[in-house]
């Protein structure tokens, strides 16, 4: 079993920022990938973003650019730093590792 509590969701303006974070409960380098995705209401949930065990990263089309995901190996913690917000980008946001999710933080951008 793998424990994902996420925090730092938020209501912001468009142009605006926030910095999710998910704290895992076991050692992160032990999974190959870590993800991000989202679910914005009536909507399908899509993939957001990855951070592989090597560190590469990688990002959906509609957030290349403006979204950050890392990871502190130390805390077992992982971020995604959401720059440039739109009011699209609402949503809950979910972590997501080995097949085990958070119970999500809401995101809601104003125009």
């Known amino acids: 079993q793998v424990q994902l509590v996420e925090s730092g969701g938020g209501l912001v303006q468009a142009g605006g920022s926030l910095r999710l974070s998910c704290a895992v409960s076991?050692?992160?380098?032990?999974?190959?990938?870590m993800n991000w995705y989202r679910q914005a209401p009536g909507k399908q949930r899509d993939w957001v973003a990855a951070i592989l065990r090597s560190g590469r990263t990688e990002y959906s089309d509609s957030v290349k650019g403006r979204f950050t995901i890392s990871r502190d190996n130390a805390t077992n913690t992982l971020y995604l730093q959401m720059n440039s917000l739109k009011p699209e980008d609402t949503a809950v946001y979910y972590c997501?590792?080995?097949?085990?999710w958070g119970q999500g933080t809401q995101v809601t951008v104003s125009s």
């Open positions: 997501e590792v080995a097949d085990f």
């Open positions: 076991k050692r992160i380098l032990d999974f190959s990938g």
